[in-house]
């Protein structure tokens, strides 16, 4: 545990510990994967300036998100499957963020419910909505959210229809998972995953399995999950979802000024800068490269989140400067989570707010709030 320095060292772990088709599934972008890499490979671009013998004591990384309290401002984003990474994945993804103090986001796609985070996290999580063509399955998911107490909805709206992502057809990835001798080799050679998963009842999506019409069993799952995505959703349908949640409302996958400008007129109280982590548009610029310009367009008018690429606390840090008010991370808890399970999303969080921590005073700040444009050599 003294020598995982890095994401990177995570994500070596559990790619060891993590079936292949599992570990794909979060290793992976759409068609090429070039905004994939790209959403990486951009904050190295972008450069710091350093800065000497100013008052580098009493650091804080504390800031706010849509109005509440965050350890740092970097929260869980939404990721499916994620009970597939590690049993029970959410539900300890969760506690981790919580003893943390930094928000979760349960997502719609996930394995364990929003009542199994609910019955073991004492604080409010956030819940990620999927618009799905069962308008009543996406009212009642809306009031379940409601029923536990979550704080934020988190409405996604860059998956109208599912990207391509090469590696999961390559794997024979679908959801539910339908096993062949292949997957079940994958899995023989991940024994402690194995006798995990074995442990768990929760091994299928409990949002949906005996809520939504005529989902009762794996099989018809698998139908329903084909046909649920909506190619006709519509600013409208944002509307009537934030009248149905009546709480705080967060927009997610905005990666145009345009867009940007519609969505603070919705009355929502943030954006979320992002490009689904490269799963979804292939060939789309990168969340960094186009928050700056989102950031200036929309003003104070709605708070604006980014995610997509951020593998250590200086990259949170870039984007704070570029205009973010907060960040999510994807693939770094999954990394944590599949590699040493509740402990390896600490770990991460822990190995992000080291990094944060030693950047700011290196540039010669004190507050993460103070991180702006100036703080950036161009
Ligand atoms: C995602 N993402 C995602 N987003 C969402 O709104 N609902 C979802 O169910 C999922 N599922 C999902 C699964 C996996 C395996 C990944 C990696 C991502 C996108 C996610 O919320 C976020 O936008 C990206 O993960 C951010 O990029 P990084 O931090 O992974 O680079």
Excluded at 358 to 370: E, P, S
Aim: proline share 3%; aromatic share 8%; charged share 25%.
């Amino acid at each position: 545990m003294s020598m995982i320095l890095t994401i990177a060292d995570l994500k070596d772990l559990a790619r060891r510990r993590v079936p292949k088709m599992f570990f794909d599934y979060a290793d992976s972008g759409g068609w090429t994967e070039s905004t994939y890499r790209a959403n990486e490979e951009d904050f190295h671009k972008i450069k710091f300036r350093q800065r000497v013998l100013v008052d580098m004591s009493n650091r804080s990384l504390e800031s706010t998100m849509i109005g509440e309290k965050v350890a740092m401002p970097v929260a869980l984003a939404p990721t499916g499957m994620t009970g597939m990474q590690h049993p029970d994945g959410e539900m300890l993804a969760a506690q981790a963020a919580e003893e943390f103090g930094v928000p979760f986001t349960l997502s719609t796609m996930s394995i364990c419910s929003i009542e199994d985070v609910a019955s073991v996290t004492k604080k409010p999580f956030w819940f990620q909505l999927y618009v799905l063509r069962d308008k009543d399955f996406v009212l009642n998911l809306i009031d379940r959210a409601k029923a536990a107490k979550c704080s934020a909805l988190v409405l996604t709206l860059d998956l109208q229809i599912l990207g391509q992502r090469h590696k999961d057809i390559r794997n024979g990835l679908s959801a539910p998972p339908r096993f062949t001798p292949k997957h079940i080799w994958q899995m023989a050679t991940r024994p402690g995953w194995c006798i995990g998963m074995a442990g768990t009842k929760r091994r299928t999506f409990r949002n949906i399995v005996g809520h939504a019409k005529g989902v009762g069993d794996l099989t018809s799952l698998s139908s329903w999950t084909t046909e649920q995505f909506d190619p006709h959703l519509s600013w409208n349908d944002v509307a009537w979802i934030k009248e149905r949640w009546g709480g705080k409302l967060i927009l997610k996958g905005i990666l145009d000024k345009e867009d940007a400008l519609m969505a603070a007129k919705t009355g929502a109280d943030a954006i979320i800068v992002s490009n689904h982590g490269g799963r979804q548009l292939d060939g789309a610029p990168s969340s960094i490269e186009v928050l700056e310009e989102i950031a200036d367009a929309v003003g104070d008018t709605i708070e604006v989140h980014m995610d997509g690429g951020i593998r250590s606390g200086q990259d949170v840090l870039k984007a704070l400067c570029l205009g973010a008010k907060g960040t999510y991370i994807g693939r770094p808890f999954l990394y944590g989570l599949g590699a040493l399970g509740k402990e390896g999303v600490t770990k991460a969080l822990e190995i992000i707010r080291k990094e944060m921590d030693i950047t700011l005073a290196l540039c010669g700040k004190r507050l993460v709030t103070d991180m702006g444009k100036d703080q950036l050599w161009r």
